[in-house]
């Protein structure tokens, strides 16, 4: 059997990579849909559809094994468990900021998730950082302070998304080599049965679920969910075994700029001066800190800790 054509292999992979972001980055539309249902229900029956999702693509593919295997490792299974937990709150907090109305609050908290996880690897890696890396560290510390002043208090949604989803990424990475991405989903969310039960018994007994009671449509957008949390998953893992990081690492902001701009071109979110300055800063931290990505790729590895993202550190949204 002949092998793809290089060319054509690194095509499927951009198309891919553009795709699995691209999809990331139109969720507030679709978790607008998704309305009446708050953040509860929505995240409750995410979790529980995207298990369900799981298990379909794991059967079809013919994946058990895997998954046994990583059962039978309590290390890597308790790994999981912690890591499901944290993207439970990334999930949450996603989900609530985009239906308050805060897209542009859930954007920058993208923007600056690469950075903070590199202020966690020195932090609690002990990791060390090139010049480039402290300036952009830096650069970042002065947006989030510019637009709390705009704000009259800290930017909370940003910094749980930027700090829930690298804490799950420091995680991911210390068990990443015993679980493949979509194995690795699929143990997470069933962590999080439990946690997506409550979630639904306090919405059904409080304002109610609306799963079944607006709509065929919303009832089926609601299923959807599982779909819509796998399926970028699916094609991401695609891109990363046809693309290089840093080609990775550079589609990756294609998700909080789709996010930028429909929080403030269609939800015509509030940017006061102070929030364009910080969101200038950060793209500035951006610039510095792809620069010496890509300078890093191009040269032999060294005792300094590069910036690169884990091809199974791809579900946070």
Not at 55 to 71: E, H, L, S
Not at 171 to 186: H, P, Q
Not at 235 to 261: K, M
Not at 298 to 306: E, G, I, K, L, Y
Request: net charge positive; aromatic share 8%.
């Amino acid at each position: 059997m002949t092998r793809p054509a290089p060319e054509s292999s690194t095509r499927t992979g951009l198309l891919a990579a553009v795709g699995a972001y691209g999809l990331w980055g139109v969720l507030p539309v679709f978790f607008l849909l998704l309305v009446p249902a708050g953040a509860f229900e929505i995240v409750g029956w995410r979790i529980l559809f995207s298990l369900v999702v799981c298990a379909v693509v794991i059967t079809a593919a013919r994946r058990w094994g895997r998954v046994v295997a990583i059962v039978r490792r309590p290390r890597i299974l308790l790994g999981l468990g912690l890591a499901g937990h944290l993207i439970l709150v990334n999930w949450t907090v996603y989900v609530y900021g985009t239906l308050s109305g805060h897209v542009v609050e859930t954007a920058l908290g993208y923007f600056i998730n690469p950075i903070v996880t590199v202020l966690l690897g020195v932090l609690l890696l002990r990791e060390r950082l090139r010049p480039l890396q402290w300036t952009a560290v830096g650069l970042s510390a002065v947006a989030v302070a510019v637009i709390a002043v705009g704000y009259g208090q800290l930017p909370w949604v940003s910094l749980a998304l930027a700090g829930s989803f690298g804490l799950y990424g420091l995680v991911k990475k210390r068990v990443s080599g015993g679980a493949d991405a979509l194995s690795g989903l699929a143990l997470e969310t069933a962590w999080l049965v439990p946690a997506a039960t409550t979630m639904l018994v306090i919405t059904g007994a409080g304002a109610g679920l609306t799963i079944g009671t607006v709509s065929l449509g919303h009832t089926l957008l609601l299923v959807s969910t599982g779909v819509v949390t796998a399926g970028p998953l699916l094609l991401f893992g695609l891109a990363a075994g046809r693309l290089p990081l840093s080609v990775i690492g550079l589609t990756q902001y294609l998700a909080p700029l789709l996010q930028f701009a429909f929080g403030v071109f269609v939800m015509h979110e509030a940017m006061p001066p102070e929030r364009w300055a910080g969101f200038a800063i950060v793209w500035a931290a951006l610039v510095l800190l792809t620069i010496d990505m890509l300078r890093a790729s191009r040269r032999p590895a060294s005792p300094v800790a590069p910036i690169r993202r884990d091809p199974a550190v791809v579900d946070g949204i």
